[in-house]
């Protein structure tokens, strides 16, 4: 029976320690994690004009590496011409090949709807992908 507090002391007491170690982390990651954000509107216009435009919408990602070189139409006019095709809140944008296509695929969520809406919108002619 003795051995049984024994072995429970000890248990919390690494647990402890290592609770201990675990919360010195969090602290770390923070800061790291805050160096890019406070980097990243300094890596482009459109990164810089939409942080500043809709502080609230998310930031546009890439499918894969290089495919906002590619683009010829901003994300800035293809989140307006996704935003004329469906009104509501923006839940997510990214730009990614789809059917051989160069296209952004903006996510809005209707007003008092549960889901949200795929709009694609063509990288190279701004037009809307149907």
Do not use: N
Request: glycine share 6%; net charge positive.
């Amino acid at each position: 029976m003795q051995f049984r507090y024994a072995l429970a002391i000890a248990a919390l007491l690494s647990g402890a320690l290592a609770a201990g170690a675990s919360a010195q982390q969090p602290q770390k990651q923070s800061t790291v994690a805050a160096k890019p954000a406070a980097t990243a509107p300094a890596q482009g216009k459109a990164h810089a004009s939409h942080a500043t435009a809709t502080s609230h919408a998310p930031s546009i990602t890439e499918a894969k590496p290089g495919l906002l070189k590619q683009a010829t139409v901003t994300p800035e006019a293809a989140r307006a011409t996704a935003e004329k095709e469906v009104q509501g809140r923006l839940v997510r944008q990214r730009i990614e090949e789809r059917g051989g296509k160069l296209v952004y695929a903006f996510w809005i969520r209707p007003a008092k709807a549960t889901h949200s809406t795929t709009v694609l919108v063509d990288a190279k002619t701004g037009q809307v992908v149907k």
